[in-house]
């Protein structure tokens, strides 16, 4: 039954906001530039979740220019829905390795958060995704943004027309946010990669499942008024086994065996949908984000670590969004 009222939430959300998808433009609504000179992005072959993947975090994160010494850092994974075997969340292998290796660079703390979308029961999705003995065993707190105390924040953007996010108090006392994507394909943004992700920090028990008032103003405009707000410092992205085709939920896993790390949200999906065989150019909010949160095009970003090889088969993409392939 709960498989059945997803559907048809998506159905008919899909329905509400169909036309939005395909948007060909979105008018300047920021109010400041954030975006660097230049960005750094890395990406570094993981074959599977069964290595040691700490040493090469550490590793990767040593090419990059961070202090996060006596820092409070949030892992904030991609955890949708309860689904064993499919490749919809953030392995918690990975996000154990970043726990891990932030404190090796010095974290005072290390708190793994995120508000799943879908499912209401988060503590569901914990125990079937493998997160709760992962987290326990490591003894790393979790907490759930859905039900986090929360504190009304004015949005630093005016895409969607909303003047202020309520916001948990976890991911605003962060001194380090860290956004930890699955790959994946999205049926109504075309891709969900780091800035997508944030949709996770804005509460279900206030802004309802899945988020829908933010799918009501627009899925691409929220995602810019979200990351406008709340700055991704870091991202590192779960690209060893992606999703292809109709993702987030009902799509169909694809190795990639790829992590992607980037000081730079934007540069770091740009990144990732070239690696899937995409040109970020004509997703929408990465579009729109270059012009203010970060670099899109390769001549702004440095390559480093491996070079970006695109596949010789791209991403299989539902029609609507068929126009994005290279």
């Given at each position: 039954m709960r498989t059945r009222r997803r559907d048809f939430l998506v159905g008919a959300a899909g329905l509400g906001i169909g036309g939005a998808?395909?948007?060909?433009s979105l008018l300047p609504k920021y109010r400041f530039e954030r975006r660097p000179k230049r960005s750094r992005v890395a990406i570094v072959s993981v074959n599977d979740y069964s290595e040691k993947i700490v040493e090469t975090l550490v590793a990767a994160l040593g090419l990059f220019s961070l202090d996060v010494r006596n820092k409070s850092v949030v892992l904030?994974?991609?955890?949708?829905?309860?689904?064993?075997?499919?490749?919809?969340?953030?392995?918690?292998?990975?996000?154990?390795?970043?726990?891990e290796a932030f404190l090796l660079l010095g974290a005072r703390s290390i708190v793994v958060a995120d508000g799943p979308g879908h499912e209401r029961d988060t503590q569901r999705v914990l125990s079937e995704s493998g997160y709760e003995g992962s987290l326990a065993a490591q003894g790393l707190r979790f907490v759930d943004l859905n039900r986090d105390h929360l504190l009304p924040v004015r949005v630093k953007a005016a895409y969607t027309g909303i003047e202020y996010l309520w916001l948990p108090r976890t991911v605003l006392a962060a001194e380090f946010l860290v956004s930890m994507p699955k790959l994946k394909t999205h049926h109504w943004s075309g891709v969900t990669l780091s800035m997508k992700n944030l949709f996770g920090i804005v509460p279900g028990i206030r802004y309802g499942w899945p988020k829908n008032i933010l799918h009501w103003k627009g899925i691409s405009e929220s995602i810019l008024d979200i990351c406008a707000t709340v700055p991704i410092h870091f991202v590192i992205v779960d690209g060893i086994v992606g999703m292809e085709g109709n993702g987030p939920l009902q799509g169909t896993p694809r190795m990639l065996g790829k992590v992607i790390l980037s000081d730079d949200p934007v540069a770091a999906d740009a990144t990732c949908a070239r690696l899937m065989g995409l040109e970020p150019g004509r997703v929408p909010h990465l579009r729109e984000g270059s012009k203010f949160l970060g670099n899109c095009t390769t001549t702004r970003v440095e390559q480093i670590a491996e070079t970006l090889v695109p596949p010789r088969t791209p991403f299989e993409l539902v029609p609507e969004w068929g126009h994005l392939v290279a």
């Amino acid at each position: 039954m709960r498989t059945r009222r997803r559907d048809f939430l998506v159905g008919a959300a899909g329905l509400g906001i169909g036309g939005a998808i395909r948007a060909s433009s979105l008018l300047p609504k920021y109010r400041f530039e954030r975006r660097p000179k230049r960005s750094r992005v890395a990406i570094v072959s993981v074959n599977d979740y069964s290595e040691k993947i700490v040493e090469t975090l550490v590793a990767a994160l040593g090419l990059f220019s961070l202090d996060v010494r006596n820092k409070s850092v949030v892992l904030k994974p991609n955890l949708v829905d309860c689904a064993p075997g499919q490749a919809i969340n953030t392995h918690p292998s990975l996000v154990l390795a970043a726990a891990e290796a932030f404190l090796l660079l010095g974290a005072r703390s290390i708190v793994v958060a995120d508000g799943p979308g879908h499912e209401r029961d988060t503590q569901r999705v914990l125990s079937e995704s493998g997160y709760e003995g992962s987290l326990a065993a490591q003894g790393l707190r979790f907490v759930d943004l859905n039900r986090d105390h929360l504190l009304p924040v004015r949005v630093k953007a005016a895409y969607t027309g909303i003047e202020y996010l309520w916001l948990p108090r976890t991911v605003l006392a962060a001194e380090f946010l860290v956004s930890m994507p699955k790959l994946k394909t999205h049926h109504w943004s075309g891709v969900t990669l780091s800035m997508k992700n944030l949709f996770g920090i804005v509460p279900g028990i206030r802004y309802g499942w899945p988020k829908n008032i933010l799918h009501w103003k627009g899925i691409s405009e929220s995602i810019l008024d979200i990351c406008a707000t709340v700055p991704i410092h870091f991202v590192i992205v779960d690209g060893i086994v992606g999703m292809e085709g109709n993702g987030p939920l009902q799509g169909t896993p694809r190795m990639l065996g790829k992590v992607i790390l980037s000081d730079d949200p934007v540069a770091a999906d740009a990144t990732c949908a070239r690696l899937m065989g995409l040109e970020p150019g004509r997703v929408p909010h990465l579009r729109e984000g270059s012009k203010f949160l970060g670099n899109c095009t390769t001549t702004r970003v440095e390559q480093i670590a491996e070079t970006l090889v695109p596949p010789r088969t791209p991403f299989e993409l539902v029609p609507e969004w068929g126009h994005l392939v290279a």
